[in-house]
């Protein structure tokens, strides 16, 4: 079953169950989705529609604390909510300790040096790593590795 048969498959459970919030999340996500396939010109990949899924799971993240710096918890614990509707679709995320040794062997893959090869070093990582790790996260231990 394809990721977008099974998030159709979740929206409609949360439609019968007459789960608003959740129905609200699903839409959401559908139309992100939908949005992505129309600007492609064709029917999304599993790997491009994790793609789409991590940008929102990304945008609920920042909103949410975004709400929670400006008072509304309310309205972040809503966001928050959503993320963990949409993490369910996401790869396995990688621990601190196997992010750790990517980040190394992409080092010595590209023979990076110092801070200045941070790019490098972050490209390499991040194909590796595609939909199982922030970038944030991974660009935090790039500069700590590094020494930046």
């Known amino acids: 079953m394809s990721l977008q048969s099974r ?22 996500l559908k139309s992100s989705i939908k949005n992505r396939e129309i600007e492609v010109g064709r029917e999304l990949t599993d790997e491009e529609t994790i793609e789409v899924i991590t940008r929102e799971v990304k945008k609920r993240r ?8 400006g008072g509304r918890p309310d309205l972040a614990t809503k966001e928050q909510a959503d993320v963990a509707l949409y993490q369910k679709y996401l790869p396995e995320q990688l621990t601190e300790q196997e992010l750790q040794g990517i980040v190394r062997q992409a080092i010595t893959d ?13 490209a390499a990582v991040m194909a590796k790593v595609k ?18």
């Not at 939909?131 to 930046?148: C, E, F, I, N, P």
């Open 62 to 69: 920042e909103a949410s604390e975004q709400f929670g710096r």
């Open 110 to 122: 590209v023979g990076a040096t110092g801070p200045s090869d941070i790019g490098k070093v972050m």
């Open 131 to 148: 939909g199982r790790a922030d970038g944030s996260a991974v660009q935090v231990m790039v500069k700590k590795t590094l020494g930046a």
């Open 7 to 28: 998030i159709e498959n979740d929206y409609k459970q949360a439609f019968r169950a007459n789960d608003r919030p959740a129905v609200s999340a699903w839409r959401m």
